[in-house]
C-alpha cells in the first residue's frame, strides 16, 4: 500500500492575495505547514498539488525547495487534480489537506491513516478539532468513481461527493481528547484577519528548527482569550453543491 499526502494548493484567493507564500517567520505560510507534514510516519510521499497556471509558479519552486514533488493539474477542478496526482505517483491510500492550514496536525494524520485503513473506508473525516487542522483520508479507487460520477468542473470542495451520494464508504474518527477538542477554534487561514491570528500564535510558540504541537496552540488560545477575537467575525464562505452526472 503507496501513502501520499496530497496539498492544494493555489495563489488565486481573493480575500487573502497569495495567501499560501506569505511569510511567517521568514518562511511562506506552506513551507511550514510541509515541515509539519513530513513529521508523520507511515508515510510515503508528500506531493504539493497545484495549476499549470503561471500565477502558481512559486509554488512550483517551493515544492523543489522543501524537497517534496509537485503536480500540477486543473486549475479548478480540484478533484481531478488531487486524482490525477495520486495516479501519477502511484498512491493508493490518499491524505488530502489544504495550504490554508498551517496547522494541520500531524498527530491525527497518524489516527487518521490507522482508522481509515483499519475500516476499509473510501472516505474518513475527523470531528471535533479546530477548524482548519483537520485532513481527511482517502482512496484511490474512490477518488477516480467520485470523478465519473461527477457532473461539475469546480471543485474546490469536494467532499460531498463522497459524503452525500450513497455509493462510498464513510467513516468519521471522532476525536476524544480534551487538550484539542476544540471544534469552535478557527485557525484556518482564509482572511487578514485569520493571518492575523495565525501570525500571533508563531509569536507566541515558534522556535526555528522545531515544530509546536496542536495541543500548544489550544492551551495558548485557552489562556488568551483574546487572541480568539482577532478573526471571530469571519465567516467560511459556502462551498458549492455537488452536482452528478444524470
Not at 499560501?20 to 513530513?38: D, F, T
Request: aromatic residues 8%.
Amino acid at each position: 500500500m503507496s501513502v501520499l499526502i496530497l496539498i492544494t494548493a493555489r495563489l488565486k484567493s481573493t480575500r487573502l492575495s497569495k495567501k499560501a507564500i506569505k511569510l511567517l517567520k521568514g518562511r511562506p505560510m506552506v513551507s511550514h505547514l510541509i515541515e509539519r507534514l513530513k513529521m508523520v510516519k507511515n508515510v510515503d510521499g508528500i506531493v504539493l498539488c497545484t495549476s499549470a497556471s503561471e500565477q502558481d509558479d512559486p509554488l512550483v519552486e517551493i515544492a523543489f525547495q522543501e524537497r517534496i514533488s509537485c503536480f500540477r493539474g486543473h486549475p479548478d477542478d480540484v478533484l481531478l487534480r488531487l486524482t490525477m496526482a495520486a495516479e501519477k505517483f502511484k498512491g493508493q491510500t490518499i491524505i488530502s489537506c489544504t495550504a490554508d492550514n498551517p496547522f494541520v496536525d500531524p498527530v491525527y494524520i497518524a489516527n487518521l491513516l490507522d482508522y481509515h485503513v483499519a475500516n476499509g473506508n473510501d472516505f474518513t473525516s475527523i470531528l471535533g478539532l479546530p477548524f482548519g487542522t483537520f485532513s481527511y483520508g482517502l482512496s484511490y479507487s474512490a477518488m477516480v468513481r467520485a470523478c465519473k460520477i461527477k457532473d461539475e468542473v469546480d471543485t474546490e470542495v469536494w467532499g460531498g461527493y463522497f459524503t452525500q451520494t450513497g455509493i462510498f464508504k464513510c467513516g468519521i474518527l471522532k476525536v476524544q481528547d480534551e487538550s484539542v477538542k476544540r471544534p469552535e477554534l478557527r485557525l484556518t487561514v482564509d482572511t487578514p484577519e485569520d493571518f492575523e491570528l495565525v501570525s500571533r500564535i508563531f509569536d507566541h510558540l515558534y522556535h526555528d528548527g522545531e515544530v509546536f504541537l496542536l495541543r500548544e496552540i489550544v492551551k495558548l488560545c485557552d489562556e488568551h482569550p483574546e487572541l480568539m477575537e482577532i478573526n471571530k467575525s469571519v465567516v467560511q464562505k459556502p462551498g458549492k453543491k455537488i452536482k452528478l452526472l444524470s
